[in-house]
């Protein structure tokens, strides 16, 4: 069956906007400046701020009013129990599953974290399986985590969707497999390598996918 490796994060699930939410809480509930949560939101970078930065950076700003345990509660439980899995990604994702693609979970993050969302979002219940860079000791675009997913199988005729240049995108031309970079509404600026196609979201990107007759395949 052909291989279909998705991202998780602000392609699957909008993990930006849950973590503006929980940090939102964060700063109400501990008394702090409700205009800090562009810095905080900043700060994270979609996550891909190494956590230990983000905690220090936190404790340095807030160390007279939250103890860096605190601060640490908050990140490990990060957005983890507030994302959400659209209606039309999940039927997208159902229709993919139908017409004989292997689905496959390849995202970078803690364990913890990430199997709490596809487990809470049900998304356990839908695809063939996942993997977590913490537990198989590589990162996307590492060709190493795309190999993982694959499971010893050839990644021949194999697509990934994306929201990240560099991880997606980037690591998808490393194994030569095909592409969807996820835009949400962004412009395309990367000049040493490109997408085979980019879709607005994760519906459209899984619908466009499964609608490529298989004689246009690689």
Known sequence: M?????????????????????????????GLPPDDLAWLVSVDASGYTPRRTVAEA????????????VVRTFLDRGAADRVTLTEPTRDALAKAVA????C??????????????????GLDAIVHGWVI??????????????????AGASLHSSWVIGD?????????????ARSV????????????FR???????????????????KSARP
Do not use: C
């Open 2 to 30: 052909p291989l279909l490796m998705l991202d998780l994060d602000n392609t699957l699930v909008d993990r930006d906007a849950a973590f503006r939410d929980a940090a939102s809480e964060f700063l109400t509930a501990h």
């Open 58 to 69: 936190m404790t340095e700003r807030y160390g007279g009013t939250v103890t860096g345990d």
């Open 99 to 102: 017409a004989g693609w292997t």
């Open 104 to 121: 496959v979970i390849v995202t970078n993050g803690r364990v913890s974290q990430q199997e709490l969302k596809i487990r809470r979002t």
């Open 133 to 150: 860079s913490e537990s198989t000791g590589h990162k996307k675009p590492a060709p190493e985590i795309f190999h993982a997913a694959a």
């Open 164 to 176: 990240s240049a560099h991880a997606d995108i980037q690591g998808a031309t490393g194994i030569d």
């Open 181 to 192: 970079w996820v835009s949400h509404g962004r412009t395309w600026t990367e000049p040493a």
């Open 195 to 213: 997408p085979t196609h980019i879709a607005v979201d994760a519906a459209s990107a899984i619908h466009y996918v499964i609608g490529v007759p």
